[in-house]
């Protein structure tokens, strides 16, 4: 990838930058639009935010509707995934017994969150163990219906997984779900702006995304799908002007002119809506510098790095790589003390990664973005070797 594209991101230069994943990096363009919006809110606050807020959210509202394959009416602006899925979880209405169908790759949070929610309500928590190597859908699909009994109420997983950086072929038990009368509730913290999505044709009941990951859109711009059959399920987690005690029927209208889906989640006191405004230009960034091209040279950049890694290792990838999120990439690494390299990886080589255990195995998660090069994986690719004490290239195994 070019310097160019990488002077247009405001990270350090200093630092090799290979953790996209956990929170984004916003390009220059898209972060001056963000402060224009900024400056413009408070040259006028009342203007800004008492008259012009709802109309002002129509286009980015339309522009990402547009990417992610669904109406405009389904989606609500929320300000990460975490309280997107908070918002679901907390309004199901759900009792003693009800289970929570969901797997071992799940983010922490949201293991929290259910975890809360079954303290309230007696539910509980049922957790498929996926396995791996993820090789095939139905290995997938097979363990997650097999887990479904007439207790389920839920089913509750990633489509792109947190600590081991798989994409979950969901589609097939997304339906069986629906056949079943099981909420669907999909954790797309990391997909938008990363694969295709086609929302309102996968049928998911909710879904909730970040923008400020891989779509690059200033933190703080996240949304949360649903259905218009389920939306009425749903209550905010701050009541404010935009709750109605009215019907929350498909077709009826909010206190603002839009469904009261929408106006409920999004109109919670005052907050500064600049990072979700900045969405067109974060889509135009991306037309702009022929994004469907750089992400292609990522992910062949990532998967190159995870094979010459593997070649120094010997160990066996987690999944088949159409499996592997195409971005970022989960590799595994020999038993060490993930806490010293992590920290090392910093110190010493000034390498911005994750690296941790899951489960039994030792992990160091790559993203690759397009401000990122070749010569920093060598880089990468000769401190982990330094500092994990890995020699000739080892034969793979199991
Ligand atoms: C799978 C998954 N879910 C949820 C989240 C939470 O995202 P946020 O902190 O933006 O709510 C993350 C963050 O990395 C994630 O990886």
Redesign the pocket.
Same mark, same amino acid.
């Given at each position: 990838m070019s310097a160019n594209l990488a002077r247009q991101f405001l990270l350090r230069e200093d630092v090799v930058f290979l953790n996209h994943? *956990?929170?984004g990096a916003c390009p220059r363009p898209v972060f001056e639009a963000y402060q224009r919006f900024q400056l413009e809110l408070e040259s006028e606050p009342v203007e800004f935010l008492g008259r012009r807020l709802t109309e002002l959210m129509r286009t980015p509202r339309e522009v990402l509707a547009a990417e992610l394959g669904a109406a405009p009416a389904n989606i609500a602006a929320v300000?990460?995934?975490?309280?997107?899925?908070n918002i679901v979880a907390r309004s199901l209405q759900l009792r003693p017994g009800d289970q929570i169908l969901t797997t071992d790759h799940?983010?922490s949070?949201?293991e929290k969150t259910w975890a809360f929610v079954c303290r309230q309500t007696g539910a509980e928590v049922v957790v498929v163990k996926v396995p791996l190597p993820l090789v095939s859908e139905a290995n997938f699909t097979d363990a997650i219906i097999a887990g479904m009994t007439e207790r389920t109420r839920v089913l509750f997983l *990633?489509h792109?997984?947190?600590p081991t950086a798989l994409l979950f072929p969901i589609a097939e038990v997304v339906a069986e779900a629906r056949r079943r009368a099981i909420w669907s509730v999909i954790?797309g913290?990391?997909t938008p702006g990363h694969i295709p999505l086609e929302l309102d044709s996968l049928g998911a009941d909710f879904y909730a995304g970040?923008c400020?990951?891989w779509m690059m859109t200033p933190k703080g711009s996240?949304f949360l799908y649903a259905r218009p059959e389920v939306q009425g399920l749903l209550d905010p987690l701050v009541i404010s002007h935009g709750w109605t005690a009215q019907s929350k029927e498909p077709g009826a209208k909010g206190a603002f002119g839009n469904s009261p889906f929408i106006d409920e989640i999004e109109v919670q006191g005052t907050r500064d809506p600049s990072a979700w405004l900045a969405m067109p230009e974060a889509i135009r960034f991306r037309q702009d510098n022929d994004w469907t091209g750089v992400a292609a040279h990522c992910t062949a950049l990532a998967q190159d790095t995870a094979r010459r890694l593997q070649g120094l290792t010997g160990l066996a990838p987690l999944s088949a790589p159409e499996f592997s999120a195409p971005q970022m990439v989960a590799m595994p690494i020999p038993e060490c003390d993930t806490a010293e390299v992590h920290k090392t990886l910093f110190d010493r080589y000034k390498i911005e990664m994750p690296v941790f255990r899951w489960q039994d195995t030792y992990i160091a998660r790559l993203s690759v973005q397009g401000y990122n090069s070749r010569p920093q994986m060598d880089v990468l690719l000769e401190a982990l070797g330094e500092l994990l004490d890995l020699g000739e290239p080892r034969r793979a195994h199991g």
């Amino acid at each position: 990838m070019s310097a160019n594209l990488a002077r247009q991101f405001l990270l350090r230069e200093d630092v090799v930058f290979l953790n996209h994943g *956990s929170f984004g990096a916003c390009p220059r363009p898209v972060f001056e639009a963000y402060q224009r919006f900024q400056l413009e809110l408070e040259s006028e606050p009342v203007e800004f935010l008492g008259r012009r807020l709802t109309e002002l959210m129509r286009t980015p509202r339309e522009v990402l509707a547009a990417e992610l394959g669904a109406a405009p009416a389904n989606i609500a602006a929320v300000t990460n995934a975490t309280s997107g899925l908070n918002i679901v979880a907390r309004s199901l209405q759900l009792r003693p017994g009800d289970q929570i169908l969901t797997t071992d790759h799940e983010y922490s949070a949201l293991e929290k969150t259910w975890a809360f929610v079954c303290r309230q309500t007696g539910a509980e928590v049922v957790v498929v163990k996926v396995p791996l190597p993820l090789v095939s859908e139905a290995n997938f699909t097979d363990a997650i219906i097999a887990g479904m009994t007439e207790r389920t109420r839920v089913l509750f997983l *990633s489509h792109i997984t947190s600590p081991t950086a798989l994409l979950f072929p969901i589609a097939e038990v997304v339906a069986e779900a629906r056949r079943r009368a099981i909420w669907s509730v999909i954790d797309g913290a990391h997909t938008p702006g990363h694969i295709p999505l086609e929302l309102d044709s996968l049928g998911a009941d909710f879904y909730a995304g970040n923008c400020h990951k891989w779509m690059m859109t200033p933190k703080g711009s996240a949304f949360l799908y649903a259905r218009p059959e389920v939306q009425g399920l749903l209550d905010p987690l701050v009541i404010s002007h935009g709750w109605t005690a009215q019907s929350k029927e498909p077709g009826a209208k909010g206190a603002f002119g839009n469904s009261p889906f929408i106006d409920e989640i999004e109109v919670q006191g005052t907050r500064d809506p600049s990072a979700w405004l900045a969405m067109p230009e974060a889509i135009r960034f991306r037309q702009d510098n022929d994004w469907t091209g750089v992400a292609a040279h990522c992910t062949a950049l990532a998967q190159d790095t995870a094979r010459r890694l593997q070649g120094l290792t010997g160990l066996a990838p987690l999944s088949a790589p159409e499996f592997s999120a195409p971005q970022m990439v989960a590799m595994p690494i020999p038993e060490c003390d993930t806490a010293e390299v992590h920290k090392t990886l910093f110190d010493r080589y000034k390498i911005e990664m994750p690296v941790f255990r899951w489960q039994d195995t030792y992990i160091a998660r790559l993203s690759v973005q397009g401000y990122n090069s070749r010569p920093q994986m060598d880089v990468l690719l000769e401190a982990l070797g330094e500092l994990l004490d890995l020699g000739e290239p080892r034969r793979a195994h199991g």
